[in-house]
């Protein structure tokens, strides 16, 4: 992990925790929310005073030793909890960002086709469970969530759209998937790539291992990983695979 990225995982770490640290403070002062379906489990305040104290010591946990799952999952429970006791707003706000991080980092890989949809009916429950504070909250609960779902739509196609001139035209032009829909499913072993050419692109697309990283963990050389990478960009006419990267990560990878 690069040190710059470290530091600034760490900060948000920190920032986290310093807010989990007062939203903890604030559930123990409060009596928390009767009109919550959490009374249906419990006592509110207990509940949620003691999941807020559970995520703060995660994210003083995550300054020493960031993972970005370990955000995700914060904010995830954060988002139901939130959802669930009369902070419907933040509750949808920690639920698009979480959803984005999965995203930005392919954080769930090729299970992505999965995790994502599970996670998205685990925030209708959540909004459907906001009935308890009336049927007007649970209305405007989701008119927002579908606004925010729409608003960071549009955001991330502009950005798209605006970012692609910086893109090679190996990348934007690509003469190997032009037929190909991005977003698809793609099968490497369609291109005639051999076993250990697979296993190395997908290595490198969903667990981001570095030439040193697959050097190690198979026993070659590096050179070895970086000829195997040479030939596989000639393969779908890239240069590097910084630009094989870039090509890939636009559809669903598979074997």
Same mark, same amino acid.
């Given at each position: 992990m690069q040190v710059n990225k470290l530091i600034n995982?760490?900060?948000?770490?920190?920032?986290?925790?310093?807010?989990?640290?007062?939203?903890?403070?604030?559930? @123990?002062?409060?009596?928390?929310?009767?009109?919550?379906?959490?009374? @249906?489990?419990?006592? /509110?305040?207990?509940?949620?005073?003691?999941?807020?104290?559970?995520?703060?010591?995660?994210?003083?946990?995550?300054?020493?030793?960031?993972?970005?799952?370990?955000? =995700?999952?914060?904010?995830?429970?954060? /988002?139901?909890?939130?959802?669930?006791?009369?902070?419907?707003?933040?509750?949808?706000?920690?639920?698009?960002?979480?959803?984005?991080?999965?995203?930005?980092?392919?954080?769930?890989?090729?299970?992505?086709?999965?995790?994502?949809?599970?996670?998205? =009916?685990?925030? =209708?429950?959540?909004?459907?469970?906001?009935?308890?504070?009336?049927?007007?909250?649970?209305?405007?609960?989701?008119?927002?969530?579908?606004?925010?779902?729409?608003?960071?739509?549009?955001?991330?196609?502009?950005?798209?759209?605006?970012?692609?001139?910086?893109?090679?035209?190996? =990348?934007?032009?690509?003469?190997?998937?032009?037929?190909?829909?991005?977003?698809?499913?793609?099968?490497?072993?369609?291109?005639?790539?051999?076993?250990?050419?697979?296993?190395?692109?997908?290595?490198?697309?969903?667990?981001?291992?570095?030439?040193?990283?697959?050097?190690?963990?198979?026993?070659?050389?590096?050179?070895?990983?970086?000829?195997?990478?040479?030939?596989?960009?000639?393969?779908?006419?890239?240069?590097?695979?910084?630009?094989?990267?870039?090509?890939?990560?636009?559809?669903?990878?598979?074997?």
């Amino acid at each position: 992990m690069q040190v710059n990225k470290l530091i600034n995982e760490r900060v948000l770490s920190a920032i986290g925790f310093c807010f989990l640290v007062i939203a903890t403070i604030t559930a @123990f002062l409060n009596d928390g929310d009767p009109d919550s379906i959490l009374e @249906f489990i419990g006592s /509110s305040k207990k509940i949620i005073f003691v999941i807020h104290l559970i995520c703060s010591c995660y994210a003083f946990f995550l300054i020493f030793k960031p993972s970005d799952i370990g955000y =995700v999952i914060i904010m995830m429970v954060e /988002s139901v909890l939130t959802m669930l006791t009369s902070y419907e707003q933040l509750g949808t706000f920690f639920f698009y960002a979480s959803l984005i991080l999965i995203i930005c980092k392919d954080l769930a890989g090729k299970k992505m086709g999965n995790i994502i949809p599970a996670l998205i =009916v685990i925030h =209708v429950l959540s909004l459907i469970g906001t009935f308890t504070h009336g049927l007007k909250v649970t209305f405007l609960s989701i008119a927002s969530s579908a606004y925010s779902f729409i608003f960071y739509l549009w955001i991330y196609k502009y950005l798209k759209a605006k970012l692609s001139c910086f893109w090679p035209k190996t =990348v934007t032009q690509n003469e190997v998937l032009k037929d190909v829909k991005i977003g698809s499913i793609l099968k490497l072993s369609d291109y005639e790539l051999n076993e250990r050419q697979i296993t190395f692109v997908l290595e490198n697309l969903y667990n981001n291992l570095s030439y040193k990283d697959l050097s190690s963990k198979y026993n070659v050389s590096v050179s070895t990983v970086k000829r195997t990478f040479t030939d596989i960009c000639k393969v779908f006419k890239v240069n590097n695979l910084e630009e094989l990267r870039f090509l890939l990560l636009q559809y669903q990878i598979i074997k």
